[in-house]
């Protein structure tokens, strides 16, 4: 079993997929035609978004985000989390916590993307010591 992709559930494919280039410098891997669903390029897994209208034309009962009572974050790791959140602010991110360093040494910060969905910018946690 491999983890292939999380998809999230928004209302623009298209504007979502350009503001995750800008605010964190992801590159698209596909966007459908119609515009409703579509890919970025995360390294081993991709980060999907499909759009509120498909998902409820499959007789699914989609549900927005919300950063203030989120039941998902979206985390990525970067080696400096102050200019991440000044980039992610800037293509129009909301900053909901600034960066601040952990109990456990890890740098951690939050933003919400324009869906307002959580997502969380932090530094890489140091592999576990070897045995």
């Known amino acids: 079993m491999h983890f292939g992709y999380t998809i999230l559930y928004v209302e623009d494919v298209p504007r979502t997929i350009v503001f995750y280039e800008a605010a964190f410098g992801l590159q698209r891997r596909f966007v459908s035609e119609e515009g409703d669903f579509g890919e970025l ?48 602010v800037a293509a129009g991110a909301r900053l909901v916590q600034g960066a601040e360093q952990m109990p456990w040494g890890q740098t951690v910060a939050y ?3 324009i869906n307002d969905a959580l997502v969380e910018l932090c530094t890489s946690m140091a592999p576990p010591p070897a045995a």
């Open 41 to 88: 390029d995360t390294g081993a897994t991709a980060l999907a978004f499909s759009s509120l209208q498909l998902m409820a034309q499959l007789g699914k009962n989609p549900q927005r985000a919300s950063a203030s009572a989120p039941s998902f974050e979206i985390a990525f790791t970067t080696p400096d989390v102050p200019a991440a959140v000044e980039r992610a």
């Open 111 to 113: 933003v919400a993307d």
